[in-house]
């Protein structure tokens, strides 16, 4: 859960006249009642236009394969995807939906998915430059269990990121609201690992949506796995060939 710090949103003037209601503390603020559609996004299209050509002209330039990864922070098979699809002048258009993630899946094209949701309606950029910093498996949308994940962001005391209470309520009921006159919702995002000696998953994104689907007593959902390890990923097709 990412926080902003007033002092980089507020004019000094607004500041000091907000900190004589509230001081140190985690504050919701409403949104206007101007309304923009579920996952309306930024314009990342052109973005990847202009990133991906200015790969495959650095490519036909003599720049290899990882040192175009590590100069654009994609895995070296993404590079190899727009360096040598015939294909690659085809854009998709991004939506936060889960039909759109379906799309940029059948396309090859998930990972580029998942970077554009994080950069945009997912508020995520840390995470996103982090899963850049290795080459991963991206698998999904798959449709799988929920009783399967656990929220790691909540009011509990046991949460790894704690948040206020009042705020976490707002924010789940307003997606039960969401969810039930929106099907193309966005899917979860969870690492599959090996810890202990024992697979688990880790929601890295969702959490939210987690608790209002558990609360409107939705059982399954679709989520995108993402896999840093080859035994991992060999271990998870292993178990879970079943959803595909």
Known sequence: MNYENGKDIFP????????????????????????????????????????????????????????LADEFYLSCESIKKIVYSK???????????????????????????VHAYLLSDGRNKDFSDGLKLF????????????????????????MKWRINEEWFEKHVSDLMEVIKREKDMPPLIVHFLVENGKDCFELNDGNHRLEAYRRLGIEEYYVIVWITEKYEYELFMEKYSNLF
């Open 135 to 158: 080459d991963r498996y991206f698998i999904g949308p798959l449709k799988m269990s929920l009783s399967l994940f656990t929220r790691c962001c909540g009011p509990e005391e046991n």
């Open 12 to 67: 000094e003037a607004l500041l000091k006249q907000i900190q004589k209601y509230v001081s140190g503390k985690a504050v919701y603020i409403p949104a206007t009642d101007t309304k923009k559609s579920w996952g309306e996004s930024s314009g990342y299209k052109q973005y990847l236009v202009e990133r991906n050509q200015n790969i495959r002209k650095k490519f036909n330039a003599g720049a290899g394969i990882e040192q």
């Open 87 to 113: 294909k690659e002048e085809f854009i998709l258009n991004y939506k936060c939906s889960l039909s759109c993630a379906q799309e940029f899946s059948k396309q090859g094209k998930l990972e580029e998915w």
